[in-house]
């Protein structure tokens, strides 16, 4: 590859990462229904056809912002995770890092979450970020039970029925460690 081709592809991908970065600041600054690409593209200073040369639309935006999303709450459930932990603290620490994300990142957690996006999960074309996401939950349960993935998965799920419904004030925030501290000890208490 030519020195002038890589150049050119470094500046693409830097361009890339610029119109991501961009979108999560304008939507946790005023939310998903300001960041249009008229202004993404304002804020980048580049022409709009330059950002569709990286993305057809917003929801191609908001997809690689989910995409980049999973990939920092990856890292950070696998921070969280002890080296070597039993497996209720294992799980105490992911459960725990996962609703401090929710509560931390907002706008980023509903493009990964609640806006519409055609991510798949549990699916053969889901995005290795999801998946290193997912597997950090698995890899609470004891790699010799057959169901640890389906564990996950309710353990996900409830996770975020948590972190949406404490975000809106449907339930109260200040009982999040009581329903974590029982959804743990119900799934850590599990039969093999």
């Known amino acids: 590859m030519s020195v002038t081709r890589e ?5 693409r991908a830097q361009r ?16 998903w229904e300001a960041v249009t690409t008229r202004r993404l593209a304002e804020r980048v200073e580049y022409s709009q056809p330059v950002l569709y040369s990286h993305f057809s639309g917003k ?8 995409i980049d999303g999973f990939g920092e709450l990856a890292a950070h459930l ?8 039993e ?20 706008a980023l957690y509903q493009a990964m979450f609640v806006l519409p996006t055609d991510v798949k999960f549990a699916h053969a074309e889901t995005p290795p970020p999801l998946r290193a996401a ?5 890899s609470c349960f004891r ?33 999040q460690e009581e329903r974590l ?7 850590s208490d599990t039969p093999g």
């Open 7 to 11: 150049r050119r592809e470094r500046e």
């Open 16 to 31: 890339h990462q610029l119109i991501i970065t961009a979108a999560r600041e304008l939507a946790e600054a005023e939310g």
């Open 59 to 66: 929801d191609a935006i908001v997809r690689a912002v989910a």
């Open 78 to 85: 696998h921070r969280a995770r002890p080296a070597d932990p």
């Open 87 to 106: 497996p209720r603290q294992a799980l105490h620490a992911v459960c725990r890092a996962y609703l401090e994300f929710a509560t931390e990142r907002p």
């Open 134 to 138: 997912f597997d950090e939950f698995v």
């Open 143 to 175: 790699p010799d039970d057959a169901r640890r993935e389906l564990f996950a998965e309710v353990v996900w799920s409830a996770l975020h029925g948590m972190a949406v419904l404490s975000d809106s004030g449907r339930i109260p925030s200040d009982g």
């Open 181 to 187: 501290d029982f959804l743990v000890a119900r799934f």
